[in-house]
C-alpha cells in the first residue's frame, strides 16, 4: 500500500503565478488534510476535506488559497496571484473513514511540497 | 538524522489531576520540537513550540513543556486535567526543515 504522495516535490513559481499542489491519499483514505509548514514554524492546520466535501477551513487564508478533494483523482491545493510570503512546505495528510461512535483517527503524512516563490 | 519518541501510547488521568504525557529525541543539532494535539475529526493544531529561546515554554490551554537537554527529553505537563482535553498528542522534532512525528499519545480524561 503506497503512502501518501504528494507532487510536486518542488514546485518553482513566480510572484503573480499560481501554485497547483497536488495529494494523492493512501488507498481507502477518503479524508485529507492539508498543513502550511512556514520557516522555523510548525505545522499550521489549513483545511480538512471530505470527498467532494470541505469540513473545516477554519486555517485557510480568505483570498487566494483553495482546495478541492473531488471524487475521482487527487486533492488540489491552489493558491493564485503567488506572493513571496507563500514560500513555505506544504503538507498533505490522509486518514481512513471515521468510525461509528467517533474516535480519534490516525493521519498518515505526505512528504511535502516545498513552494518557492521567487 | 533526528528522531523522537513517545514512551507512553495511552495514559489516562481523572479530571483535575496532573497530565505528563513523555518525549524524548534525538537529533545532530539544535532541533526546534512541538507538540501538536489532534481532536476527533479535527486537523493538528499547534499546542507550543521550541526554538532555542527559554527552555521552558508555555503553550495553548495551560500546557507547557520544559526542554532539557542533558536529559533529550520535552515532556509535556499540564496542572489539572480538563474531559476536553481527550485527545491525542504528538511531539515532533524539526532540524533544517525536515520533520519527524513520534507515534502519539493518546489521553484519556475519567470524569
Known amino acids: 500500500n503506497a503512502g501518501v504522495m504528494q507532487n510536486p516535490r518542488h514546485l518553482v513559481r513566480r510572484r503573480g503565478q499560481e501554485a497547483r499542489l497536488r495529494c494523492s491519499p493512501m488507498k481507502g483514505h477518503s479524508h485529507v488534510y492539508w498543513y502550511r509548514q512556514l520557516p522555523e514554524e510548525g505545522l499550521k492546520f489549513m483545511v480538512y476535506l471530505q470527498k467532494e466535501n470541505i469540513i473545516d477551513e477554519s486555517g485557510m487564508p480568505k483570498e487566494r488559497f483553495s482546495a478541492e478533494f473531488p471524487k475521482e483523482g487527487p486533492s488540489i491545493l491552489r493558491i493564485q496571484q503567488v506572493v513571496r510570503g507563500d514560500s513555505a512546505a506544504y503538507f498533505c495528510a490522509s486518514s481512513p473513514p471515521s468510525r461509528s461512535g467517533g474516535g480519534l483517527i490516525e493521519q498518515y503524512f505526505g512528504p511535502g511540497t516545498r513552494l518557492t516563490v521567487t | 538524522a533526528q528522531s523522537v519518541t513517545q514512551l507512553d501510547s495511552h495514559v489516562s488521568v481523572s479530571e483535575g489531576t496532573p497530565v505528563l504525557l513523555r518525549c524524548n529525541y534525538s537529533s545532530s543539532y539544535s532541533p526546534s520540537l512541538f507538540w501538536y494535539v489532534q481532536h476527533p475529526n479535527k486537523g493538528l493544531q499547534l499546542l507550543l513550540k521550541?526554538?532555542?529561546?527559554?527552555?521552558l515554554v508555555k503553550g495553548i490551554n495551560g500546557f507547557e513543556a520544559e526542554f532539557k537537554k542533558s536529559e533529550t527529553s520535552f515532556h509535556l505537563t499540564k496542572p489539572s486535567a480538563h474531559m476536553s482535553d481527550a485527545a491525542e498528542y504528538f511531539c515532533?522534532?524539526?532540524?533544517?526543515?525536515?520533520?519527524?512525528f513520534g507515534a502519539g499519545t493518546r489521553l484519556t480524561v475519567k470524569p
Open positions: 515532533v522534532v524539526s532540524e533544517e526543515g525536515d520533520m519527524r
Open positions: 521550541y526554538t532555542s529561546a527559554a527552555t
